[in-house]
């Protein structure tokens, strides 16, 4: 069996680091709020090129808390592409604002000209969402001034790739991650300090002014993203590596996104019109793949790649074998 994610194997590569870690802060007494939980938020927001980081329980809970603390008006609409995990959109929701889908580019990222049609009197802000593990178009800061809306990314897959110029970004250390927490943690990283300040407050359960919730990561999750941030260089280049044997073999038999510079390739996606018949045969031949996203969409673009869209197995822990062997089923295709 060829997995999609080796979370079996990944693990095994840094158990006993992980349990030592964990196991010397739980032996005194501290399961949350541990100094690992501070020293990981430095490192975090070094790597991500910020001054300040936030951990929270999951992505969705950094991205929900961080909206509803920019107290936006009652009646504000934020942009959001269509084309992205259905997370981004509830956050929106749950933060109390409306989203307002826009269509995708051929990079999977919004499509600032449709944006641009988006915009009324009540648009406040953008979510940039960078899909695949690339980063964000360079002109997304200026575009946001001209308009006059603030911008917040969610990088949820894309840490270790640049990150924009925002007034907050999101990270995800779930399972599919290359620095996963082996659970669901997540975290806010900013150059503002009152941005880190509330969300600070925010993610345990908040005061007078702003609302909060109960969203606190644990020493084992910590623990586990200590030793990943030390890794995650290694698991980067082994995604590439992996990526770059696909371009290889298949350019000429399928299409893939326009992928830009500095990508991480979180996610592989290959495009063909026979999507489903392809994952199927891939699937008799056990070897696993994900669909990104498998849902309605309304706008065109992001309806089209819906359908011709299969992410391949690109763990870090996939091995050179895998990839040969999915890489011939594909040629067979």
Avoid at 228 to 235: S, T
Wanted: net charge neutral.
């Amino acid at each position: 069996m060829v997995r999609f994610i080796n979370l079996d194997r990944h693990w095994s590569a840094v158990r006993e680091q992980v349990q030592s870690l964990a196991d010397a802060s739980l032996s005194a007494g501290l399961c949350q709020n541990s100094p690992i939980v501070e020293e990981i938020e430095g490192r975090i927001a070094k790597r991500a090129g910020k001054k300040y980081c936030v951990t929270f329980a999951c992505g969705t809970d950094a991205l929900t808390q961080g909206l509803r603390n920019l107290k936006l008006s009652p009646r504000a609409e934020v942009l959001v592409p269509e084309y992205t995990y259905i997370a981004t959109i509830n956050a929106v929701k749950l933060a109390g604002y409306t989203p307002v889908l826009c269509d995708v580019d051929d990079s999977y990222h919004i499509d600032l000209d449709a944006a641009d049609a988006k915009i009324t009197a009540n648009t406040q802000a953008i979510i940039y969402v960078t899909l695949l593990g690339q980063p964000a178009r360079s002109d997304i800061t200026e575009w946001c001034k001209k308009n006059n809306l603030t911008l917040v990314e969610d990088a949820a897959q894309s840490f270790g790739a640049p990150i924009a110029d925002s007034k907050f970004s999101i990270l995800s250390f779930s399972p599919s991650k290359p620095c996963t927490s082996f659970g669901s943690a997540g975290a806010l990283v900013t150059d503002y300090l009152d941005v880190a300040n509330k969300a600070q407050q925010t993610r345990l359960h908040g005061n007078a002014d702003y609302l909060g919730i109960n969203s606190m990561i644990s020493t084992t999750e910590a623990s586990a993203i200590q030793i990943n941030l030390g890794l995650l260089d290694q698991h980067l280049a082994r995604r590439k590596q992996i990526a770059y044997e696909y371009f290889r073999e298949l350019t000429g038999k399928f299409t893939f996104p326009r992928y830009l510079k500095d990508c991480t390739y979180s996610k592989f996606v290959i495009q063909t019109d026979e999507r489903d018949m392809l994952k199927a045969r891939l699937n008799v031949n056990n070897i696993q793949t994900g669909i990104h996203y498998n849902r309605q969409f309304t706008q065109p673009n992001s309806s089209r790649l819906s359908k011709i869209s299969l992410t391949l197995p690109n763990c870090s822990y996939t091995t050179d074998e895998e990839v040969e062997r999915t890489i011939t089923c594909l040629k067979e295709f």
